[in-house]
């Protein structure tokens, strides 16, 4: 059993920062890719940014320049440091990760989403 639990939403104002935190533990013989995707109200999920078992990431349009995907391997833990806020911002923040429980297998997890909500 593998779980993605994640912390660090809240209500920031425009141009304030957070940092999302998503743990990933349970059975786990490595983590591959891990993520950021959101879903605001009305809208289809998206991608936010997502980093490889090596580092390499990769962003959004809307996000680039502004937000910072980092991952500790030791932890199996993935961040997002969001900056320059803006209510556009306002969404779910839901964590994935590939996971394989043993060598022979691998499956995609999600977390349980954490609010992030911009305003004055």
């Known amino acids: 059993q593998v779980q993605l639990v994640e912390s660090g939403g809240g209500l920031v104002q425009p141009g304030g920062s957070l940092r999302l935190s998503c743990a990933a533990s349970?059975?786990?013989?490595?983590?591959?890719?891990m993520g950021w995707y959101r879903q605001a109200p009305g809208k289809e999920r998206e991608l936010v940014a997502t980093?490889?078992?090596?580092?390499?990431?990769n962003y959004a349009d809307s996000v680039k320049g502004r937000f910072t995907i980092t991952r500790d391997n030791a932890k199996n833990t993935v961040y997002l440091r969001m900056d320059s806020l803006n209510p556009e911002d306002t969404a779910v923040y839901y964590c994935?990760?590939?996971?394989?429980?043993?060598?022979?297998?691998?499956?995609?997890?999600w977390g349980q989403g954490t609010q992030v909500t911009v305003s004055s």
């Open positions: 994935n990760a590939y996971v394989m429980p043993s060598r022979y297998s691998s499956a995609s997890y």
């Open positions: 349970g059975s786990i013989f490595r983590v591959n890719a």
């Open positions: 980093i490889s078992g090596s580092a390499s990431t």
